[in-house]
C-alpha cells in the first residue's frame, strides 16, 4: 500500500500534536469510496481540533479537516465512479472518522454530495462547512418565514467564514443586513460583502434583559452566550434566530420572554449530520446565489504544511473570510 501526505493529531504528555507526515493508506477506515482529496478549508472547529483547545478529536491518531473536494479514484457504492467530482462535508470527518488533511481519504458513498455545476473544487472548499452551515441558518429562515420584506436581518460573528458567506448571500437575495463584528476595521469589508449595517459586538454582549427593543426580523448566529440571548430579546414578533454556533460558549443565558410573548422561534442548525436532501438543496442554492466575485474577495489560499499554524490563528480571531487549503 502507498503512502500519502496528511496532518495527523498524536496524544503528547500534555494535550496533542499536530504535524504534517506520511500516512500509510492501509490504515484508512472502512468506506466504500475512495477520494483523492484536491482542496479543503479552515473551519473554527479544525482550529479547536488542531491546537487541542477542545475534545473535538475522539480516536487517536486522527487526520484533522472536517470537509473536502475531490475526485473519486475508486468505489465500490453504485452511486459513484472514478473519476466524479463530489463534496464531502461534516459526519464525524476529522473527529471520529480519518479526515480532509491529506491527499486520500476513505468516506461511506452515502456521505458525498457531487459537485455542483458551475462550481471548482477550490469554488467548494472556498464555502466548505461554514458556508454549508450558513446557507442552511438561510433556509432555515425562508422555511419559518422570514423574508425581505420581514424587516432587517442580524448576522453575528460577521467577520468570520459563517458570517461573511451569510451577508453575501442574505444581501445578495434581498435583505437588509446588519453585521455584528468585534473588529471595527472590517467595516469596509462587511459592507463589501453586502452589510447594509455594521454595529459593535458590544451591543450584543453584556447580560441580556427578558425583552428589549425590536430590531430585527431574523438573525444568522454563530457566536452563542450572551450575543444569541441578546438577539432572541430583540427579535420581532414572529421572527427567528437560526443558532449554528458557540464561538463565545455553549451557555443559553436567555429567559422564556421572546418565545412565549413574541412568539420568536430559535432554529437549531446543524451540518455535521444534516441528511443528504437539505444538503444537496444547500449546496445547489449556494451554487447559485452565491456571488463567484465576492467568494474571491473573503478567500485566502494556504498549502497543507501551514494549517496547523493557521489553525492557531482562527481561534485567536485572526482570520477573515474563508482559507481554502490545496492538499496537492
Same mark, same amino acid.
Given at each position: ?90 459526519? @464525524? ?15 461511506? @458513498? ?20 461554514? @458556508? ?85 426580523? @431574523? ?110
Amino acid at each position: 500500500m502507498a503512502s500519502f501526505k496528511a496532518i495527523r493529531i498524536d496524544k503528547a504528555d500534555k494535550g496533542t500534536t499536530a504535524a504534517l507526515t506520511q500516512f500509510d493508506e492501509a490504515e484508512l477506515m472502512d468506506g466504500d469510496v475512495t477520494v483523492r482529496v484536491e482542496w479543503s478549508t479552515l473551519n473554527y472547529k479544525d482550529g479547536l481540533a488542531l491546537t487541542g483547545k477542545a475534545p473535538v478529536v475522539r480516536r487517536f491518531p486522527m487526520i484533522a479537516g472536517i470537509d473536502f473536494a475531490g475526485t473519486v479514484e475508486a468505489s465500490s457504492d453504485p452511486a459513484w465512479k472514478a473519476g466524479d467530482k463530489v463534496v464531502c462535508t461534516g459526519w @464525524g470527518m476529522g473527529e471520529t472518522h480519518l479526515g480532509a488533511y491529506a491527499e486520500k481519504a476513505r468516506v461511506k @458513498g452515502d456521505w458525498l454530495v457531487a459537485l455542483p455545476q458551475g462550481l471548482s473544487a477550490r469554488d467548494a472548499m472556498a464555502i466548505g462547512t461554514a @458556508g454549508f452551515t450558513a446557507m442552511l441558518s438561510v433556509l432555515a429562515l425562508e422555511k419559518h418565514g422570514v423574508s425581505p420584506k420581514s424587516g432587517p436581518v442580524v448576522v453575528t460573528g460577521a467577520a468570520g467564514g459563517v458570517g461573511s458567506v451569510a451577508i453575501a448571500v442574505l444581501s445578495r437575495v434581498g435583505y437588509h443586513v446588519i453585521a455584528s463584528t468585534g473588529r471595527a476595521t472590517e467595516a469596509d469589508y462587511l459592507k463589501s460583502l453586502g452589510a447594509a449595517e455594521v454595529i459593535d459586538r458590544n451591543e450584543l454582549s453584556a447580560p441580556a434583559k427578558p425583552l428589549a427593543k425590536e430590531r430585527w426580523a @431574523g438573525g444568522v448566529d454563530s457566536v452563542g452566550s450572551n450575543t444569541l440571548a441578546n438577539l432572541l430579546s430583540m427579535t420581532r414578533y414572529g421572527g427567528a434566530i437560526a443558532a449554528c454556533g458557540l464561538a463565545a460558549g455553549m451557555d443559553l443565558p436567555s429567559s422564556v420572554a421572546p418565545f412565549i410573548l413574541r412568539g420568536v422561534c430559535l432554529l437549531g442548525i446543524d451540518s455535521v449530520m444534516c441528511p443528504i436532501d437539505p444538503r444537496k438543496a444547500a449546496w445547489q442554492r449556494l451554487a447559485s446565489d452565491l456571488d463567484r466575485t465576492k467568494l474571491s474577495e473573503i478567500t485566502t489560499e494556504i498549502p497543507l504544511d501551514q494549517v496547523p499554524e493557521w489553525g492557531a490563528k482562527i481561534l485567536a480571531g485572526q482570520v477573515r473570510g474563508r482559507i481554502v487549503v490545496k492538499i496537492v
